[in-house]
């Protein structure tokens, strides 16, 4: 099975940047989906930005223009990294790394610990 470890929340003021990163590890083979989610309090939920084992990426809407997705030059295959840019007090929330492992008509989700990130006005 796959395990994630995420990085890099933290305190930001508005129009600042963050940097999160996921690391998998495990099975990481058979990972079909790489992606981040956001979860404000009192809320649902959200998929943020997903990347494909075809390296389609996917945006929210709130998002686009502001963050990127990529993979980790030097581990492709097992880390990720979304840069976020022009931060706004509305995207203060608990950011999870998810992984979509098994086979791509039968997936099952993983999900990381979560990572607080907190944007002042």
């Known amino acids: 099975q796959v395990q994630l470890v995420e990085s890099g929340g933290g305190l930001v003021q508005a129009g600042g940047s963050l940097r999160l990163s996921c690391v998998a590890s495990?099975?990481?083979?058979?990972?079909?989906?790489m992606g981040w989610y956001r979860q404000a309090p009192g809320k649902q939920r959200d998929m943020i930005a997903v990347i494909r084992k075809d390296d389609t990426t996917i945006y929210a809407d709130p998002v686009k223009g502001r963050f990127t997705l990529s993979r980790d030059i030097a581990n492709p295959k097992n880390t990720i990294h979304l840069q976020m840019d022009n931060l706004k007090p509305e995207d203060t929330a608990v950011y999870y790394c998810?992984?979509?492992?098994?086979?791509?008509?039968?997936?099952?989700?993983?999900w990381g610990q979560g990572t607080q990130v907190t944007v002042s006005s």
């Open positions: 495990g099975a990481i083979f058979s990972i079909q989906v």
């Open positions: 998810n992984a979509q492992e098994g086979p791509a008509n039968n997936m099952w989700p993983v």
